[in-house]
């Protein structure tokens, strides 16, 4: 009978120190075992798209040139489409008005300034005063100002090229009456060859647009021919004529044997969806975790040995990819499989 009780006590202690050992042995399985996970490499990167845009041809110093003064215009001495060279004379205007001015304002000063001599003389023996010598020689200052004045528009009562280029429009004939600041031509510099291609595009289009993409431009007067392009600017509001935004292209190398303000020209630009100039890391959208708004949690490696948990801004996502600007500067790899059987610092085992 005791030796049957004797059996009874020592069979559930048995059980429980067995039952103790299996415990502990999974305990260290938990803590050892590698949870196995896949990877990618992370390589920053800038998202292009290709947006096809048209628009005109121009350069950046178009202007239209203007009389300083009113008058009549005397001669015209280039058309429209002439070739002209910076300070080439085009237009003159009759000068009879104009050189009586000057011959008026010379004698006014020569005036003024006899009388002021005759003041210091008299001032000298003490018959004029002070103030009277003052007042005379405030005179001849303005005399020669007006003088200044009346060369100065003599100069300007004759329109001369600013750049080597093109004289684009004649708005004025011979003979016309004109004021002063009356557009005559419109002339350009296409004589250096800084050509633009002038485009409108979208809203959407502009987000995706940035200074310094490169362009493919082509013409409709040299069909298979391409040449390359620069953004070198974009509107910063809407055009109240078009209701779009605009953005300039200047052609680089090579330029078109023949080109004309106003021609048609088309264009692929390279555009980046990036909005910074760091660029910005595509991955796929299994491995974002907790996202809430622009910010989420991914786990990455760089050991391939251990498991860290980050925070990530998000920028965007397009189909089954997440656009991610800030967060994976310092990381090596990203975990994009296995990722909900992590924590903070576990273990992993890489798998192809």
């Known amino acids: 009978m005791k030796k049957i009780a004797f059996i009874i006590l020592v069979f559930p202690s048995m059980v429980f120190l067995a039952a103790c050992g299996h415990k502990k042995e999974a305990a260290n399985v938990v803590a050892t075992d590698a949870i196995p996970v896949k990877i990618m490499a992370l390589n920053k990167q800038n998202d292009t798209t290709s947006i096809a845009v048209s628009g ?32 080439q004379r085009l237009a003159t205007l009759n000068l009879t008005e104009i050189n009586a001015q000057v011959d008026q304002a010379k004698l006014a000063y020569e005036k003024a300034t006899r009388d002021y001599q005759r003041t210091q003389s008299l001032y000298k023996d003490s018959v004029y005063t002070l103030e009277q010598l003052q007042n005379s020689k405030t005179t001849v200052d303005l005399a020669r100002q007006q003088l200044n004045t009346a060369e100065f528009n003599l100069t300007y009562s004759e329109i001369r090229a600013t750049a080597n280029g093109f004289v684009l ?46 362009a ?48 048609f020209g088309r264009a692929i630009i390279l555009g980046s969806t990036t909005s910074a100039n760091d660029g910005e890391w595509v991955i796929p959208y299994d491995a974002l975790l907790d996202g809430d708004n622009n910010a989420g949690y991914v786990f990455i490696t760089n050991d391939n040995k251990t498991a860290t948990k980050i925070r990530v801004t998000v920028a965007g996502i397009k189909k089954d990819q997440v656009i991610i600007t800030d967060g994976l500067q310092s990381a090596k790899a990203l975990i994009i499989s296995g990722g909900a059987y992590l924590t903070e610092n576990s273990p992993i085992k890489i798998i192809q």
């Open 56 to 87: 005109q041809f121009t350069t950046d110093d178009e202007v239209y040139l203007s009389f300083k003064t009113g008058g009549i215009i005397n001669h015209i001495y280039v058309k429209e489409g002439d070739a002209v060279k910076k300070g």
């Open 216 to 263: 493919i431009i082509s013409l409709e007067s040299m069909p298979g021919k391409s040449f390359e392009g620069k953004v070198v600017r974009k509107t910063e509001g809407v055009d109240a004529a078009t209701g779009s935004f605009g953005a300039d292209i200047q052609l680089i190398g090579e330029k078109p044997s023949s080109l004309g303000a106003g021609m």
């Open 169 to 214: 429009h004649k708005m004025v004939s011979e003979g016309q009456l004109v004021n002063s600041g009356t557009p005559v031509f419109q002339t350009n510099g296409a004589g250096a060859g800084n050509w633009i291609l002038k485009v409108g595009i979208s809203d959407k289009e502009w987000a995706a647009i940035h200074a310094n993409d490169k």
